[in-house]
């Protein structure tokens, strides 16, 4: 890891710096296999499953035989594991239900909002060797909580042509309601577009490598709308002597083993724990089944030493973190202060990869800055608010002349017109 001492506001930026690739070669591969996708459909989706997965396919759903094989496949410890996180994450969405709200802006002109489900969903599953069955509780849960109508669901086959049992189990415990064999940018550009075998959807959720990130940003191009931004996975934490040496070098660890260009920093009031925690990555990183993604990982990550906890609130925030561990005997401090983080973590026994998992809140959460301006999946996410407004005659006798006049200020004399009728039609009656 790279160490900076007591680096100056002015360099932050540079410091703080995401280990983003150029995607200029990414976005043309991407817009070939949407134009594709969008001309030929099922045929252009079954060329680039052969390609990039090597696997064809004469059926792109998941059928009964093949979710109850799943089932009995994957082990009820693990079952009872998927079982408790799917609880907690209920709960902790459930809660966030809000009731509507109505109120009279002026005698007789009643406002009221209400939220609405999205009617089709869209959720990508990553496979590969870290298939993300826990992501499937992140998305599916709140649209079921939500009542979203249809939830489509793509994930990359294996070379048999099948999908990870977990993510199946996960999915069919969730209440996902189709389930498909297609990975990568094909899978996005069929929800985008619909296929014969993929449905059209309203809004696509989901993790995913480069490739996925640029074609989820591209969908939004064709009315699709999605999640948020995404970029390589990230943790800060923030801790000074009270923390555990081993505890932080596990949390740092649990990130960068997410991916070559994922991005691990620790700011610190104490040198002498950063000193002990860097001692603890060289020891548990040889223990790690993927010691060679977290290696690479680790050399794009920081240690940082600052004077005081100010300066390191101020550094947080500038750097807008997508995972914040505090370790802190100030915790107060770091919890009041901070305002751009995607999900927060408080004390030596909250490690991130709860939040990973099973403390029930959500982890699809905004990377490379974006906890600036986005905020993390939500039970929000998955609904619309809409508006509702009933006026009395009452009302519009209220308001009328204030509309009238801004109306024709703005030179919209039709606007004025729809209330000037109404205002002349209830004088001829008095």
Known sequence: MNK???????????????????????????????????????????????IFDGITLENYEVSSEEIQEANCSISEELKAAIQ??????????SAQKTDKISIETAEGV?????????????LYIPGGTAPLFSTVLMLAVPAGIAGCKEIVMCSPPDKSGKINPAILYAATLCGVTKILKVGGIQAIAGMTFGTNSIPKVYKIFGPGNQFVTVAKQLATQFGVAIDMPAGPSELLVVADDTAVPAFVASDLLSQAEHGTDSQVILVSTSKRLIEAVEKEIQVQIEELPRKTIAKKAIENSKLIYVENDQIALDLINEYGPEHFIICSQYDDFYCNGIINAGSVFIGNYTPESAGDYASGTNHTLPTNGYAKNYSGVNLDSFVKSMTFQKISKEGIQKIGSAIEIMAEAEGLQAHKNAVTLRLKSLKERV
């Open 4 to 50: 900076i001492n007591n680096p100056k506001p002015d360099t932050w930026s540079e410091i703080l710096k995401r280990p983003t690739k150029t995607i200029d070669d990414i976005e043309v591969t991407v817009k070939e296999i949407f134009k594709e996708v969008q001309k030929k459909g099922d045929e252009a989706v079954a060329k680039y499953t052969s």
């Open 84 to 93: 408790l996180a799917k609880e907690n994450i209920y709960k902790f969405h």
């Open 110 to 122: 009643n406002c009221w909002q209400e939220k609405r489900p999205i009617q089709k969903i869209g």
